[in-house]
């Protein structure tokens, strides 16, 4: 079945520091790709997504791009800030392969200090 | 556009009792799925229903039930309450589902405490 894998976090940074968080992913279809941040005490928020091979989503200076040969999806984001602090989840979507189920990840805790 | 509610946020209850959730999604959107988060499993999925319909359902005990009304508006019920069950409970709303790929939007979600 679909599988999602992020690294294992805290991740621990600096303000300003340069994020990366990694993903991926296996599917038997065509898969879009998400990430969701969660803040604490609130539910998941829509980060960005790709659609196709190659796409690249973008949102508030966070990217991440649809890597097919490598299956990832990496979170990137060049200055991090302490608003930044949250839970975030990669996760996938497959109705060309048949499951109508989205597929997360367990989620990696990032944590920004000033 | 209001977002998507969910009541209560914060529920205690007693092992063996039962409990309702209740979720408002979107207005338009017409899928709306239930996920249990856990520090120790993530994020599982519970059922989806669109359209009044249960469309799918993850690996839960039938004790986890839920229903969608003609306003898109649903309820999961748990019943006989084990401690295990203590979890936040999210909703997500979406205008098709996991069909068509769209995004989800999510609830603030309700804790559930089981004592």
């Known amino acids: 079945g679909d599988s999602v894998t992020q690294m294992e976090g805290p991740v621990t940074l600096s303000e300003e520091a340069f994020l990366t968080i990694n993903c991926t992913y296996t599917?038997?279809?065509?898969?879009?790709l998400f990430w969701y941040v969660q803040y604490p005490g609130e539910g998941l928020q829509l980060l960005l997504k790709?659609?196709?091979?190659?796409d690249k989503g973008s949102n508030k200076g966070f990217e991440a791009t649809y890597r097919k040969e490598t299956t990832s999806f990496h979170l990137e984001k060049g200055s991090v800030q302490v608003s930044d602090s949250a839970v975030y989840f990669c996760?996938?979507?497959?109705?060309?392969?048949?499951?109508?189920?989205?597929?997360f990840g367990r989620g990696t805790s990032l944590i920004v200090h000033p | 556009k209001a977002g998507v509610t969910q009541t209560p946020r914060y529920l205690i209850k007693t092992r063996g009792q039962q409990v309702t959730l209740s979720c408002s999604p979107i207005?338009?959107?017409?899928?709306v799925s239930w996920y249990q988060q856990t520090p120790g499993q993530g994020l599982q999925f519970l059922f989806e229903?669109?359209?009044?319909?249960?469309?799918n359902k993850g690996n839960f005990p039938g004790r986890f039930s839920g229903r969608q009304f003609s306003n898109s508006r649903s309820e999961m019920n748990v019943s006989t309450l084990e401690l295990g069950d203590s979890a936040l409970y999210l909703c997500?709303?979406?205008?098709?589902?996991?069909?068509?790929?769209?995004?989800?939007?999510f609830g603030n979600g309700t804790r559930l405490t089981v004592t």
């Open positions: 599917a038997t279809g065509y898969p879009s």
């Open positions: 229903y669109f359209s009044e319909t249960q469309r």
């Open positions: 997500a709303s979406s205008q098709f589902g996991a069909a068509d790929n769209s995004p989800l939007h």
């Open positions: 790709a659609t196709k091979a190659d």
């Open positions: 207005s338009g959107h017409r899928s």
């Open positions: 996760a996938l979507s497959d109705s060309s392969g048949g499951s109508y189920i989205p597929t």
